[in-house]
């Protein structure tokens, strides 16, 4: 690019998705407790496991095959299988595209993360977000363009690594809101400066940093956007974040009223009002680990579940009654997905699996009700239609109306690209 902004840039082709939401379930939900019912674990329950394995936590790991402790049921016309564990996703089985051949091939969380949500297993590299609003900027001037919900609780493994733009200008990076209220801290001005002194300061300011520019100096005209738009966010960021307006019906659909999902269905309703004014990016997290059930599978993964299964189906359900489904990517999805064997036999649960795992993508121009992939008759790896996260990457681009290969950032004298030489593939079978 010769300059850094927000401002809408043209794609390359004519696009499918506008905008997209990520939820992203960080330690690795098990997919053969969830959407991907595997009957040989039944069958095997506390035998030896019969094959090789690899285990990332070697003093906790056992041989003994783990079955699932919930019953799988075939939802929407399109009989998608989910665990009772997800009603919620169970209502919009029409809408989903599960791909159950997903595969980083990395067991640590860090470096799985990293894949991913920066395209490579090495730190430092631009976020998924960063990448798409560099290269199709926003249709909100005043509004960031990639806005990152985070858990009350604590950062993600990886912390602000998840949404940076790595070497990317600043202005590229995910914005973060604040868990609690209120979300974004100073968006008023000091009595003193509020109304017109302020605007005489900024206009001031502004000239002052127009005759500084020197043409070419593009990591300092990201910086003076980024400063332009905090001053534009005073009013509509309060706006977004203010659910005030929303009706209790609309509340209640995200599970506001429930303790156990207000603060999640809180964050998917503000995500909603996000899209709505033309953001083109948002992610929401759930907290440190909240996926990574070593042990106690039994009763951590019904709560994690519960705190987000009904108000990512509201969501879904709510732009798609708004007629933005169409053109909105809903992502659910962790860094990994779980053994079929047991680790900790006191309190059992499962380790780290990326051979193979389960996620899911609506809307954008993704197939509604159609499963992609699978995995061996344990869960543990991916044997047909193998998803790698570069191919995930590609073929988001492709809906975005952007080509991977052609989406370059100099740095160093050299080409970046968010696949990076890796042999990506649209996935056309999972697109309408």
């Known amino acids: 690019a010769s300059s850094h902004t927000l401002l809408p840039k043209k794609p390359y082709h004519t696009p499918r998705a506008k905008a997209m939401v990520s939820f992203f379930m960080q330690g690795g939900p098990s997919q053969m407790d969830l959407c991907d019912p595997k009957p040989l674990l039944d069958e095997w329950a506390g035998k030896d496991f019969p094959e090789k394995i690899k285990y990332d936590n070697a003093a906790q790991a056992s041989s003994k095959v783990l079955a699932s402790s919930w019953k799988f049921k075939k939802h929407g016309q399109c009989g998608m299988d989910f665990s009772e564990l997800l009603p919620g996703f169970s209502e919009i089985a029409d809408d989903i595209c599960l791909i159950r051949s997903m595969h980083t091939g990395v067991n640590n969380h860090g470096q799985s993360i990293h894949a991913l949500n920066s395209g490579r297993t090495s730190k430092g590299r631009p976020a998924l977000g960063s990448w798409l609003t560099y290269g199709l900027g926003s249709e909100n001037q005043n509004l960031p363009a990639y806005m990152v919900l985070r858990d009350p609780a604590n950062l993600p493994v990886e912390g602000v690594l998840n949404w940076s733009a790595g070497w990317l200008p600043s202005l590229y990076q995910g914005t973060v809101a604040r868990a609690r209220e ?33 043409p070419g100096e593009l990591d300092l005209e990201a910086r003076i956007a980024s400063f332009e738009l905090a001053a534009r966010m005073q009013t509509a960021a309060a706006d977004v974040m ?16 429930n303790e156990a999902t207000k603060d999640f269905g809180t964050r998917c309703l503000i995500a909603r009002r996000l899209i709505e004014r033309g953001v083109r990016f948002v992610q929401v997290f759930t907290k440190n680990q909240y996926w990574d059930h070593h042990g106690n599978i039994k009763n951590s993964l019904p709560a994690s579940c519960k705190k987000i299964d009904r108000p990512i189906g509201a969501l879904v359900k709510d732009l798609k009654g708004r007629g933005l489904l169409d053109s909105t990517v809903v992502h659910w999805g962790g860094e990994m997905g779980r053994l079929p064997v047991v680790q900790n036999e006191k309190s059992p649960g499962r380790d780290h699996n990326t051979y193979g795992f389960s996620m899911w993508l609506a809307g954008g121009g993704f197939k509604g009700g159609h499963i992609h992939g699978a995995t061996d008759e344990w869960g543990h790896r991916a044997v047909e239609n193998v998803v790698n996260h570069y191919d995930y990457h590609a073929t988001l681009l492709h809906l975005f109306g952007l080509d991977h290969t052609q989406l370059t950032y100099k740095r160093a004298a050299q080409e970046q690209t968010l696949t990076d030489g890796q042999k990506a593939r649209v996935v056309k079978e999972i697109l309408v």
């Open 242 to 257: 203010d659910i005030s307006s929303e009706s209790e019906a609309t509340k209640k659909m995200y599970g506001i009223d």
């Open 182 to 214: 209120p979300r974004i801290l100073n968006l008023e001005a000091p009595p003193h400066l509020s109304g017109k002194p302020q605007e005489n300061f900024l206009e001031f300011l502004s000239e002052l940093n127009r005759k500084q520019a020197l």
